[in-house]
């Protein structure tokens, strides 16, 4: 079994929003996102970075910006 550790250092999120929910949401998509079936050998393949870039990302609350961070980053964003 391989093992994944996502750190994150810095999340910078604009405007209002309630940065406890939008944190627990981007830890739920980043988990949900991984463990779909070839996603650890995906990341895997990409090998280290010191940083990967969502990309702009907009949402109407804080659980669904959360979200789509959380698959930006899963997904492996850009370097």
Known sequence: MSRVVVHI????VSGPADVRAV???????VTRTLARPGAVE???AMGSRGAVDA???RAGDAAAL??????GIGGGGRP
């Open 9 to 12: 250092d810095r999340l910078v």
């Open 23 to 29: 944190e627990a949401a981007v830890r739920a998509a």
């Open 42 to 44: 995906h990341v895997l």
């Open 55 to 57: 990309g702009p990302v």
């Open 66 to 71: 959360g979200a789509a961070i959380g698959r």
